[in-house]
DNA sequence: GTCTATAGCCGGATAGAC
DNA sequence: GTCTATCCGGCTATAGAC
């Protein structure tokens, strides 16, 4: 009887245990989005995901590891919303300006928050965090996924055009997120798909 | 003669006195660029300005205080900047190349430590720093000089036009440094004057 | 697996001698 | 004005009871 109740006990302990991982990863990945890396402590993290301090050891031994939790999660995030976009859309085209409509939907944290992407890599990168790569390779996976649209519309400058993409679109978050201004974020991002739609349809712009 | 001495030494301590607060500035300046606001302490400064700690208090008396200071001070170097610019350059237009020009200038420090307008604005911003206003002024600054010069070349466009240059370079230096790339940085600006030539010629680009 | 208590460190800031 | 010594608080991380 003893050992049953600690085999339920533990059978519920390894399914919390498990869901308690991902309450721990999913807090810390929206207060590091919010706050920022450094500036997030494990009590902000404790009290957000309801979990005490003490038992964060058990699950990540330090920050750092718990940061790398958090990279993966976003890049799992990320990979399924690509995927989304892919089974949603059949023409890669209308994929990418899906995406880059997309990226206005969650107006309000972006012009709070700035890119989940963007300002986590600038902020690892300008401490010197060894997980910086790490932070660098969800710019990356995003860029593959609109080199790989703009190669199957054709386009033999995929590489090269996705990048500007991709940089364009940074520099829009980062303005919206540093003057807070909503309409620079819709305004800027409208330009950007207008100039894609024109590139893609050979017109001047 | 006590208070010639006295008086002689206040004089000289006044004189020390500026280049100490000068020197604690430049250093925090660098440093901030470098490691981030949050990132650098106190005895980080101290041993770049070889002042010791305790006598920071005298001239700063928090850490909010200095940043106040190194803002104004980055926003002097701006303007000092600009300036220079108007006056080496009749042309506006000739102006806002050289602008664009410069910027890869300090190509290194720039895939290393990304834009130092736009790096402290950022990072401000996401810790809902009180500052974060004034690091902004820093961005303004350089937009209504670019916008000057546009409607110096007579367009109408300017504001917006000004916003767009703006926000393209800052996605350049955010990518070269979170990719710590230098061709990136190099070949994007590239991208971005030549769009600009094309849009103040009137071409297709 | 869970949680409490606490160690150990380093940060910003202060007091006060000189 | 300059500098030393130190306080206090919050942080990451650990030890160990349950």
Redesign the pocket.
Known sequence: MAEQAAKSL?AE??G???E?RERIVAAADRLFYEKGFQA?????IAEAAG?????????F????A?LEGVIDWRRQCLKKLLETLNQSHDDPRARLMALLQGLCAGEDDIVRYGCPMGTLSAELCKSGHEMKERAQSLLEVIREWIAAQLQAIGRDDAPELAREILTRSQGVTLLAHAYGDHALLVEEMARVRHWVDAVLDGRPH
Chains 1, 2 share one sequence.
């Open positions: 533990s302990a390894g919390r245990g498990a308690n997030t402590s494990f009590s902000d979990v005490p301090k003490g038992n964060f050891y058990y699950y031994k330090t920050k750092d718990l």
